[in-house]
Structures are given as C-alpha cells and as structure tokens.
C-alpha cells in the first residue's frame, strides 16, 4: 500500500496533467468548474480547481481562499499540482498557477489569452510577485 505522501505526489500529477489538457482553451473571467470550462473557458482559479477536482480535491473559485486550502510548501520542495501564487502585496494574492516541473506552471493567464505554460521561475515577472505555494489536501 502506498504511504501518505506517494498516494498525494500521485494526486498531484493527476492535477497538473488536468490543467495541462486544458492548454489552449481561452481565458474567460469566472470561468471553470470542477467539471470543466464554463463559458467555453477558464480564469485562472477555475483552472485550479477543476484540475484539483480531477485530483479529488474540492477548492473555491477564488484565488485568496484557495491560498488558504491546502499546506504551505516551501519553493525548495515544489512538486507537479502544487497551486503557486503571485500578486497581491500583503493582501490576497490575485494570480493562482499550477505547478508541472522545473520551474515551469501552467495557469490561465488574462483576458484575450488562454491556458498556456510558462516557465515562472525564470521570470523576473512573476518572481518578483511569487507569494507562495500551497498542496491542496484530497477528500
């Protein structure tokens, strides 16, 4: 029987593989469910937390209380679904990606794009508006 820890890694790769099957779709404010895009689309929550839900995980569709639904993880320690956050200055963070590997997130980014990778670690942008990550618990 797998441990704890291998049995949520494995929920995590189920997370960040759903939001990589969404790469492409546009963006679309409020958009996202568990069950897909709504609105033929995503924000960048509502990728969250339907990649999340295909994990077996619930999270809310808005970015600051899904900063608060999971364990804090440390950049050091980041592993595929882990949410990454950005934005926001000490108040709740305003963007919300999901970890794949090596630096790298895949997150619905603004309005007239889509669902796209982007190597976040690498990026003077988003590191310099990094809040943190959390590891959303399963259900």
Aim: aromatic share 10%; net charge positive.
């Amino acid at each position: 029987m797998p441990s704890r820890e291998s049995a949520l890694a494995l929920r995590g790769r189920i997370a960040a593989d759903a939001a990589l099957r969404q790469v492409g779709r546009p963006y679309v404010w409020g958009g996202g469910s568990s069950a897909g895009p709504t609105g033929g689309g995503f924000d960048c929550s509502g990728l969250a937390l339907h990649a999340w839900a295909k994990a077996g995980a619930r999270l809310a569709h808005y970015t600051g209380t899904q900063f608060r639904q999971g364990r804090r993880v440390p950049f050091s320690r980041l592993r595929p679904g882990d949410l990454v956050f950005f934005g926001g200055g000490t108040g709740d963070p305003t963007h919300v990606g999901v970890y794949v590997k090596d630096g790298v997130m895949v997150h619905a980014p603004k309005s007239g794009d889509v669902v796209r990778t982007a190597d976040f670690a690498a990026s003077p942008y988003y590191l310099s508006r990094y809040r943190g990550a959390v590891r959303p618990i399963p259900r």
